[in-house]
């Protein structure tokens, strides 16, 4: 069983349509991580929420916090080509820096 | 500052063999932690060290085995590879200064495929 669900596994959509992704999970954190990953490349950290029903905006993208620390989404308002990748949620299961990272949800916009 | 580097990008290996691949942290990053990305399993810790110390280890067999040097520099050596161990090893660095939400930044990975 996976510490971290992501939904949906997939997302094909139009230039300019919103798209939301899921990050749920059964147990309480005390922050969770953002990434998107770039074909060729590492991911790259987008935000970290830490409290509960915390919501936070980049540009385009907003990350909420669920109430209870489980769960987190990600909205992306009026998607550009440029939002194309793989979207990645995970926590810190350590001090010691070891993350926990879900599937993953693959997001192509096309033009 | 200049990000994480991983060296080789790409590399091709038969069963059997071993391999090492190398990172360099971000500058006055101590810490520097290994990740395995397939499609199956996606991204799954493999170690992290500290000041030439590994702190904390995935649940990987010893065939899986790293070393970090004193400039924070570090390698991974996978030895008698499997098919299995095609993936795209990822390193990531951070300052980990004890913050329970320390950024981790990843290198471009490396590219292994074991033939």
């Known amino acids: 069983t996976q510490l971290l669900e992501q939904s949906p596994q997939f997302l094909s959509i139009q230039e300019g349509e919103n798209l939301t992704v899921y990050c749920n999970s059964s147990?309480?954190?005390?922050?969770l991580q953002w990434y998107r990953q770039e074909p060729g490349e590492g991911p790259v950290l987008l935000v970290t929420?830490?409290?509960?029903?915390e919501v936070k905006k980049l540009k385009r993208l907003t990350f909420q916090f669920g109430d209870a620390r489980k769960d987190s989404s990600l909205h992306i308002t009026a998607a550009q080509p440029g939002d194309t990748g793989l979207y990645l949620c995970?926590?810190?299961?350590?001090?010691?820096?070891?993350?926990?990272f879900g599937a993953g949800t693959q997001v192509v916009v096309t033009p | 500052k200049a990000g994480v580097t991983q060296t080789p990008r790409y590399l091709i290996k038969t069963r059997g063999q071993q391999v090492t691949l190398s990172c360099s942290p971000i500058?006055?990053?101590?810490?520097v932690s290994w990740y395995q990305q397939t499609p199956g399993q996606g991204l799954q810790f493999l170690f992290e060290?500290?000041?030439?110390?590994?702190?904390n280890k995935g649940n990987f067999p010893g065939r899986f085995s790293g070393r970090q040097f004193s400039n924070s520099r570090s390698e991974m050596n996978v030895s008698t590879l499997e098919l299995g161990d095609s993936a795209l090893y990822l390193c990531?660095?951070?300052?980990?200064?004890?913050?329970?939400?320390?950024?981790?930044?990843f290198g471009p990975g490396t590219r292994l495929t074991v033939l």
């Open positions: 990531a660095s951070s300052s980990n200064t004890g913050s329970s939400y320390n950024e981790q930044f």
């Open positions: 147990s309480v954190f005390s922050s």
């Open positions: 929420v830490v409290t509960g029903g």
């Open positions: 995970a926590v810190l299961t350590d001090s010691w820096g070891k993350l926990q």
């Open positions: 500058s006055g990053h101590r810490s």
């Open positions: 060290y500290f000041s030439e110390t590994q702190r």
